[in-house]
């Protein structure tokens, strides 16, 4: 496949494949020509397609970074700040920078691909400050919804099908993605355990021995409860900071996954940049969510006039993909 890759600003595409061979012919020339230009490239994807396109590239693997999104973006509320660094730092004296990342795959749960989507939508937020770089996005669309598929269609200004680049007429650039903040959460389960707080001197600790003691019953190891503990006491106290100084704790199991949801009388600020952002010193928000992301495998947030809703996601398991 042989496409111009004249980049003006953020360049931020779909590419559609439905086998390994498509993929492979979309990504290498993709990848050959940020190589051949002298830039840097870094390909987020999973384990398998990193062994398939550093066989392909051969000796030029040793010019890319690899990275495996299972890790890295298993909370796909941490790609974004992983490609600001990137760009970052290499994006000087007009050098092509190039990046591919595949944030979802079949075996995203329905939460995970609904934070997916709003992370395609939001990095063209977070680029559109005219960055000059090229960004590819594998969809496997003989394994995704086709409703997943249309989704990328909306966020992405141009894709990629057949060896053929069409810019895409469902394109919105401000698009109001399937997880944006006003869209509310489905109901927690009937018997979820709870625990209400506010700012009394004693409602803090409560709340910890309350996560502490129900974390401590799942599979969880020691430092993963004290992970969750620290999740959602991070979550109370901007709760009792800032959101209106009162609330519940909710918990509750969803198959392999330890769900926590905070919900007080709050309103966040309409910035769904917060939490993707690293914090700086004279940053006046933002530090709790961002610390929030580093600590779970999923984090959803939802804010609406009379309340604000986070809920975090710990994987009980290994993660895959």
Same mark, same amino acid.
């Given at each position: ?6 980049? +003006? ?8 494949? +439905? ?36 066989? #392909? ?23 974004? !700040?992983?490609?600001?660094?990137? %760009? ?7 050098? !092509? ?28 937020? #977070? ?6 770089? +090229? ?20 966020? /992405? ?10 810019? +895409? ?17 489905? &109901? ?15 409602? !803090?600790?409560? %709340? ?6 129900? #974390?401590?019953?799942? !599979? ?48 966040? %600020?309409?910035?769904? $940049? ?20 580093? $600590?779970?495998?999923?984090?959803? %947030? ?11 996601? /710990?994987?009980?398991?290994? &993660?895959?993909?």
């Amino acid at each position: 496949m042989s496409l111009p890759e004249v980049v +003006s600003g953020f360049r931020h595409e779909a590419l559609f494949y +439905s086998s390994r061979e498509e993929f492979l012919d979309g990504a290498v020339p993709f990848i050959e020509g940020g190589v051949a230009e002298g830039g840097p490239v870094l390909v987020v994807v999973d384990r398998e397609k990193i062994g398939l396109l550093r066989t #392909a590239l051969g000796a030029g693997a040793d010019r890319v970074d690899f990275a495996d999104m299972a890790e890295v973006g298993r909370n796909p509320a941490r790609i974004i !700040p992983l490609w600001r660094r990137f %760009v970052d730092r290499n994006l000087v004296d007009g050098k !092509p920078v190039r990046g591919i990342g595949e944030p979802l795959w079949a075996g995203r749960s329905s939460a995970e691909v609904v934070e997916c989507q709003a992370h395609e939508t939001l990095l063209n937020t #977070a680029f559109g400050d005219g960055s000059a770089w +090229s960004l590819l996005c594998p969809y496997d669309v003989a394994a995704l919804d086709a409703q997943v598929v249309d989704e990328a269609r909306r966020s /992405h200004p141009s894709l990629i099908a057949d060896g053929v680049r069409t810019s +895409s007429a469902d394109y919105v650039f401000d698009h109001p993605s399937p997880a944006r903040w006003d869209h509310r959460l489905d &109901p927690p389960p009937v018997g979820a355990a709870q625990c209400p707080f506010a700012s009394d001197r004693g409602s !803090p600790a409560a %709340v910890r021995r309350f996560v502490r003691d129900h #974390a401590t019953a799942t !599979p969880l190891d020691r430092a993963a409860v004290e992970r969750v503990v620290l999740t959602v006491n991070e979550l109370v106290t901007n709760s009792v900071v800032h959101g209106g100084g009162h609330g519940v704790v909710r918990l509750w199991r969803d198959g392999d996954t330890l769900v926590c949801e905070v919900r007080d009388a709050g309103t966040l %600020v309409a910035d769904p $940049l917060t939490g993707r952002r690293a914090p700086t010193g004279g940053q006046p928000g933002g530090r709790g969510l961002w610390l929030v992301n580093q $600590l779970c495998d999923l984090v959803q %947030v939802r804010t609406a006039p009379e309340s604000t809703v986070v809920r975090t996601h /710990h994987r009980l398991t290994a &993660p895959h993909c």
